[in-house]
T-cell receptor, first 112, second 114 residues
Framework: DAKTTQPNSMESNEEEPVHLPCNHS???????IHWYRQLPSQGPEYVIH?????VNNRMASLAIAEDRKSSTLILHRATLRDAAVYYC????WGGGADGLTFGKGTHLIIQP | ETGVTQSPTHLIKTRGQQVTLRCSSQ?????VSWYQQALGQGPQFIFQ???????GRGNFPPRFSGLQFPNYSSELNVNALELDDSALYLC?????????????FGPGTRLTVT
């Protein structure tokens, strides 16, 4: 399986933008890039996913490098509620039966 | 719309015992996946059920088994419990549509094996 590499932890201030990087140098053409986050004492929740083009939704933006070997999850204005572990996951189209492969993720700390 | 629910919330078992964990999927979802999350680690995929059949499995031994019922709720059974089985067990439901990637997770069941 193609793997992802993320920093163990990052720290940011409340109301500032946060850029969470993810490297996936062995990504294949059919791999989608997914982001999930896990708030304390909760199950993971879906954030966003994309294939080649940048994506925006109400929670975040996903910027994908032109060669697709890296991506960045952007939280435009962090709040204390955004403190969580963020997971970058590759998933092959149609590979739903394989489940999600989580790494250790990035522990995002938000300072008030 | 009811989200994914799991029961019980917490459970303590003794090594060698058997345990059953339960999951109710989100309305309209026919696929349920189970994950094991050890402390400080990301969740690890155990298996997935689609329309009452197991259709995907991670690297877990056969003593981890499951069921899915006609209403798409699911059970995870673990036999001959070991100390390393202590973890948070997460259930996630989805539509099973390969174009729909979003999985909805429940809050988990915390299992402690002593």
């Amino acid at each position: 399986d193609a793997k992802t590499t993320q920093p163990n932890s990052m720290e940011s201030n409340e109301e500032e933008p946060v850029h969470l990087p993810c490297n996936h140098s062995t990504i294949s053409g059919t791999d989608y890039i997914h982001w999930y986050r896990q708030l304390p004492s909760q199950g993971p929740e879906y954030v966003i996913h994309g294939l080649t083009s940048n994506v925006n939704n109400r929670m975040a933006s996903l910027a994908i490098a032109e060669d697709r070997k890296s991506s960045t999850l952007i939280l435009h204005r962090a709040t204390l509620r955004d403190a969580a572990v963020y997971y970058c996951i590759l998933r092959t189209w149609g590979g739903g039966a394989d489940g999600l492969t989580f790494g250790k993720g990035t522990h995002l700390i938000i300072q008030p | 719309e009811t989200g994914v629910t799991q029961s019980p919330t917490h459970l303590i078992k003794t090594r060698g015992q058997q345990v059953t964990l339960r999951c109710s999927s989100q309305s309209g979802h026919n696929t349920v996946s189970w994950y094991q999350q050890a402390l400080g680690q990301g969740p690890q995929f155990i298996f997935q059920y689609y329309r009452e059949e197991e259709n995907g499995r991670g690297n877990f031994p056969p003593r981890f088994s499951g069921l899915q019922f006609p209403n798409y709720s699911s059970e995870l059974n673990v036999n001959a419990l070991e100390l390393d089985d202590s973890a948070l067990y997460l259930c996630a439901s989805s539509t099973g549509d390969p174009s729909s990637y979003e999985q909805y997770f429940g809050p988990g069941t915390r299992l402690t094996v002593t």
